[in-house]
Nanobody, 123 residues
Framework: QAQLVESGGGLVQPGGSLRLSCTDS????????MAWFRQTPATEREFVAA????????YYGDSVKGRFTISRDTALRTVYLQMNDLKPEDTAVYYC????????????????WGQGTQVTVSS
């Protein structure tokens, strides 16, 4: 069973950058799909990005295309989210998620979740 632990959140000024990490420290299974979502108290969980092994395809939500990059190190069982040109509307709790086979943009498409890491973009 996956145990996903996020890190790297914090406070950053608009236009700045952060890199989030998510490590799967539970079990030995390699999940084909790893993804990032985000959520604020006022919104539903929003798809940010996903990476699927076996082709290395990346997928992004419209609001982050061109600014965020997802990458993965399977040896370290870690997925990263490089966030550049951050905006105040990027402020949210960011969650890491894992799925067995298919890339989806809905929360219910994913089987395992981390506890989340707060990202705050403010001057």
């Amino acid at each position: 069973q996956a145990q996903l632990v996020e890190s790297g959140g914090g406070l950053v000024q608009p236009g700045g950058s952060l890199r989030l990490s998510c490590t799967d420290s539970g079990g030995t299974r390699t999940h084909l799909v790893m993804a990032w979502f985000r959520q604020t108290p006022a919104t539903e969980r929003e798809f940010v990005a996903a990476h699927r092994l076996g082709g290395g395809s990346n997928y992004y939500g419209d609001s982050v295309k061109g600014r965020f990059t997802i990458s993965r190190d399977t040896a370290l069982r870690t997925v990263y989210l490089q966030m550049n040109d951050l905006k105040p509307e990027d402020t949210a709790v960011y969650y890491c998620a894992a799925a067995g086979q298919y890339v989806g943009s809905r929360s219910l498409d994913y089987d395992y979740w981390g506890q989340g890491t707060q990202v705050t973009v403010s001057s």
